[in-house]
């Protein structure tokens, strides 16, 4: 027996619904019950789809108003302290996004994935308990698809999960951890799913996506513990517990332990798993829910391949369910959404809808034999375009990525810049006007030309340059009038990178992007910045730094082609970025910042994978940045607060000037980069720019003081820790005075 399923599907609407209508609720325009309606509406569109697509297994509670985990904190009880007052949506909403002067949960990452969710906070005051009892969302949800006459297996996000992403309250004693809660939190799952069996449910599937990265032999005690609790229920649904993003080795003998009916292993994203359930004897009593489909990419599956895992599965265990290899939710809706794209292209790709067919095929195949993919196999063959110029010349590079030792660099780019001690900069973007905007808006949709574009454009250069000239900073940029977006503007003028026109993709609550495609060999057509750049140096004469987007970025915020390792593309990504350079260079650009925001990002989730992965993160940087005189500067710039992993990767990127977001003091972020190695100059961001507060002038000035208990003054950069785009121009004029006053009192302080 086999049947088909996916681990969770997007929610948000073909049409961006749920944005639409969440945000009307925000703004007063809309009540609750016209949001709920919406909800209920996107959630009827999803089961009936799922169904009428032939798949068997329908998951539900996959659907939220904003985030799954803040979703089972509701579900829980457990809001901190700040929120209790609140009920309802009040209560929800504010979570997610604060409210009256209450501070908003802290969000992070999903995982490696570019969703975003918001951290639990627990301490001992937490007592989970099932909020709203038989109303709780996910027995509504399983009800409410129940009256469709859709049976559902409601997805919940596991309990160790849960707890290993929470973090412990502000209040907390010391030494408490969220693991601490085990018992009492299993105890509200006991209740939810005796109560799901109350209402019929057949199946529940709990997420541990936990299990893919490194876990200790107490938190797999903990795993035992929690699901040997919930199995041993006498009333409840049958148990799936979906593992995925990666390999979980020693947890699954861990989970097998257990009498969980339904394992689900992501084979896309963790290859090894097929051996780790062969080394274990398989599981021949047992369901597996094979991810076979790449939940997390926008590829089409390999049909045949995918066959023939499903078939050495079947061998192995008591049941095969095909599915994805974790939620839809990280694809975007539709590929049939996208007639713009390339027909070659458009046949390569597969987002949720397709993914779904191709789920229902696989089941097909290995009901009736082989033959039904043999047709729908065809047009797979079609191939990313290679490049054989960009392959020859990356050869020949080898490499490439060496620069002179950075004493001698140091020493070069002092007689060229002539920058004095605690140089001023900034990040690169400026503020983004309306005005601006809606000619970058005018020029795309064809309302105004190339001429009158260009005529805004530099008017807004003009008056950067100049308000940077009036504030006395000494290395100036041209502020990025006319990029929406770091990746996506260099995506749309790289060769092998297409666009999506509605390919949204939710990364946190309304906020949902649209990442490009890289789907073949990347080269660059012709410069990509340099009229702009030279244009802004034409308006100066101190050095205007050139902007670009380093190779790990271009790759980690797109949907990146599977065909070859990501070091492979992140190379030719990089030999563009060279080629810009060296353009910019010659056109008498002296200082060049290659932003890796996403340097941390896109680090694996098993340790054993870390140096392998920051090896070609590295080598990438490199072959892009090294192909520069002396004289010529090169920065970097990073923004997120852990980067305790990869504070090494940060010296080997052999950048001359690395800006970090410094969330800790500034102090211990440059002693850190100090003892691990770290040789050139550093900026360690003086003020938050994601606030519009304006720091005074002392309180920056106390930071550079005590930054230079660590650093000479020839290497401590100051600027703010991030770019400005997202601010107003009032509070970034007077942060970036006062910024600039800070210095020069302790420029002057040192010279005297
Ligand atoms: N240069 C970019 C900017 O200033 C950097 C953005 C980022 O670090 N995320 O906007
Ligand atoms: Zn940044």
């Not at 509670?61 to 829980?76: A, E, G, I, P, R």
């Not at 009880?77 to 501070?103: E, Q, T």
């Not at 720091?695 to 230079?708: D, H, I, K, Y």
Request: proline share 6%; charged share 25%; net charge negative.
């Amino acid at each position: 027996m086999t049947s088909t399923t996916v681990l969770g599907y997007p929610r948000i609407g073909p049409e961006r619904e749920l944005k639409r209508a969440t945000e009307a609720y925000w703004a007063g325009r809309a009540g609750e019950a016209e949001l709920l309606r919406t909800g209920a509406g996107l959630r009827r569109d999803v089961w009936t789809g799922l169904r009428d697509a032939g798949l068997e297994q329908i998951p539900s509670n996959t659907f939220s108003l904003y985030d799954q985990v803040l979703d089972t904190t509701v579900l829980l009880d457990a809001a901190p302290a700040r929120f209790r007052h609140l009920s309802g949506l009040d209560a929800y909403f504010a979570m997610a996004r604060g409210a009256d002067g209450i501070p908003a949960l802290e969000m992070t990452k999903w995982f490696d994935t570019n969703y975003h969710y918001l951290v639990p906070e627990l301490g001992l005051d937490t007592r989970p308990r099932l909020a709203g009892g038989g109303g709780a969302k996910p027995i509504a949800e399983y009800r409410e698809a129940r009256a469709l006459g859709i049976e559902t297996r409601p997805v919940l996000v596991g309990p160790l999960t849960y707890l290993l992403l929470a973090k412990p309250a502000p209040d907390a004693p010391e030494g408490f951890r969220p693991l601490d809660l085990l018992d009492p939190v299993v105890e509200v799952y006991a209740e939810l799913l005796e109560r799901l069996a109350g209402e019929g449910a057949q199946w529940v599937q709990l997420d541990e996506p936990a299990l893919a990265a490194d876990r200790t032999d107490e938190e797999l005690e903990a795993l035992r513990r929690a699901y040997d609790r919930l199995a041993g229920l006498t009333s409840r649904p049958r148990l799936m517990v979906a593992t995925y993003f990666g390999e979980i080795g020693a947890a699954l003998p861990a989970l097998a332990a257990t009498r969980v009916e339904a394992i689900g292993l992501d084979f896309v994203a963790g290859p090894g798993n097929l051996q780790a359930l062969a080394s274990i004897g398989g599981l021949p009593r047992r369901t597996l829910v094979a991810g076979v489909v790449d939940g997390r990419n926008v590829w089409r599956t390999d049909l045949s391949k995918s066959v023939s895992t499903c078939a050495s599965l079947l061998g192995l265990v008591g049941e095969v369910v095909v599915g994805t290899s974790c939620s839809l939710l990280h694809v975007p809706l539709d590929a049939d959404a996208e007639p713009d794209l390339d027909p070659g292209l458009r046949a390569r790709l597969a987002f949720a809808r397709q993914k779904v067919d191709e789920v229902v095929l696989l089941g097909r195949a290995l009901r009736e034999g082989h033959d039904v993919i043999a047709d729908a196999d065809g047009d797979v063959v079609a191939r990313p375009r290679i490049d054989n110029r960009v392959r020859a010349r990356l050869d020949a590079l080898g490499d490439g990525s060496v620069r002179p030792d950075r004493s001698v660099r140091f020493a070069a780019q002092q007689r060229a810049l002539e920058l004095p001690p605690l140089a001023t900069t900034t990040i690169g973007s400026f503020p983004q006007t309306a005005e601006v905007r809606r000619a970058r808006a005018d020029h795309r949709a064809g309302r105004i030309d190339a001429d009158a574009y260009e005529k805004v454009m530099r008017a807004e250069i003009d008056r950067v340059i100049a308000l940077q000239e009036e504030l006395g900073l000494d290395v100036l940029v041209h502020g990025e009038p006319e990029r929406n977006d770091m990746v996506q503007y260099f995506a749309e003028q790289l060769d092998g990178y297409a666009a999506t026109v509605n390919g949204w993709v939710q990364s946190y609550g309304t906020r949902y992007v649209r990442p490009p495609i890289l789907h073949g060999d990347v080269s660059r057509p012709e410069a990509m910045t340099v009229r702009w750049t030279t244009y802004a140096q034409s308006r100066t004469r101190r050095p205007v730094k050139g902007m670009l987007t380093g190779p790990v970025t271009m790759l980690a915020w797109s949907f990146v082609r599977d065909d070859q390792p990501l070091g492979e593309t992140a190379r030719q990504v990089a030999l563009a970025l060279r080629d810009e350079i060296r353009d910019l260079e010659a056109a008498g650009i002296g200082v060049v910042q290659v932003d890796e925001p996403a340097l941390r990002e896109l680090l694996p989730l098993r340790r054993s994978a870390h140096a392998a992965y920051l090896e070609w993160a590295v080598g990438a940087f490199r072959l892009a940045t090294c192909g520069v005189a002396d004289s010529t500067q090169i920065h970097t710039h990073m923004c997120y607060s852990e980067f305790g992993e990869v504070i090494g990767a940060i010296g080997d990127l052999d950048a001359d000037v690395a800006s970090v977001e410094a969330a800790r003091s500034h102090m211990e972020l440059v002693t850190d980069l100090r003892e691990a190695g770290y040789g050139s100059g550093i900026g360690p961001g003086v003020y938050d720019i994601h606030s519009p507060r304006v720091p005074a002038v002392e309180e920056m000035e106390e930071s550079l003081r005590r930054a230079l208990q660590a650093i000479a003054p020839g290497r401590l950069w100051v600027n703010p820790d991030c770019g400005l785009k997202t601010r107003g121009y009032p509070e970034t004029e007077a942060a970036l005075r006062n910024m600039v006053e800070a210095a020069r009192r302790v420029r002057d302080s040192l010279s005297s």
